[in-house]
């Protein structure tokens, strides 16, 4: 069974760049890459979303190689509030039916 | 727009009862999808709705079910439960082609099976 894999947790500075990378190696062909922040006790929050290549919004970047095996969540100048848990989310096809796969999730922590 | 709404919020069940969650998904998204989390295995998917068929399944045994309303609103199911149940139950309601999707979660019911 395919997996979509993270790094368990990442630790950084406010104002530092922080880059949590997501590999997802059976992602479905016309499927695209969904970030999500989650806070405990609540919800995942959409980040960012693309297909191929690079992405931007006002909080993040997105950086999907030519393969689209992995992608590289960016979030640029980190902050205290940041400190959550980030999980990347694919559809899947190596069951034969399409799922929806989220990543194990990255636990980012912002130190002062 | 209001976002997606669970209810209720916090539920505590015993071994075998049952129990059903529901789900109001934002005005206008037709496709509503349950996840179940908890900490050893992470947010799994459960099962997806769109215009009131199941559209795609997880692998969970089939104590779990759900059904989606015609108004889109969805509710899941689950029967005789176990203590392994114990979890927060998310919904998530989408708009878009599919894969092109964007999910938007609600807050989740927290489920505690004694």
């Known amino acids: 069974l395919a997996k979509t894999t993270q790094p368990i947790s990442m630790d950084s500075y406010e104002g530092q760049e922080v880059n949590i990378t997501c590999s997802h190696n059976?992602?479905?062909?016309?499927?695209?890459i969904t970030w999500y922040q989650q806070f405990p006790s609540q919800g995942p929050r959409f980040i960012i979303q693309?297909?191929?290549t690079k992405v931007t919004n006002e909080v993040a970047s997105l950086f999907i190689p030519a393969d689209r095996k992995s992608s590289t969540l960016s979030l640029p100048r980190v902050s205290l509030s940041d400190t959550a848990v980030y999980y990347c989310?694919?559809?899947?096809?190596?069951?034969?039916?399409?799922?929806?796969?989220f990543g194990s999730g990255t636990r980012l922590q912002v130190q002062p | 727009k209001a976002g997606v709404t669970q209810t209720p919020r916090y539920l505590i069940k015993t071994r075998g009862q049952q129990v059903t969650l529901s789900c109001s998904p934002i005005?206008?998204?037709?496709?509503v999808s349950w996840y179940q989390q908890t900490p050893g295995q992470g947010l799994q998917f459960l099962f997806e709705?769109?215009?009131?068929?199941?559209?795609n399944k997880g692998n969970f045994p089939g104590r779990f079910s759900g059904r989606q309303f015609s108004n889109s609103r969805s509710e899941m199911n689950v029967s005789t439960l176990e203590l392994g149940d114990s979890a927060l139950y998310l919904c998530?309601?989408?708009?878009?082609?599919?894969?092109?999707?964007?999910?938007?979660f609600g807050p989740g019911t927290r489920l505690l099976v004694l």
């Open positions: 998530a309601s989408s708009f878009g082609t599919k894969g092109q999707e964007t999910q938007y």
């Open positions: 059976n992602i479905a062909t016309n499927d695209y």
């Open positions: 693309g297909y191929k």
């Open positions: 989310l694919v559809g899947d096809y190596s069951t034969g039916r399409r799922a929806l796969t």
């Open positions: 005005s206008g998204h037709r496709s």
């Open positions: 709705y769109f215009s009131e068929t199941q559209r």
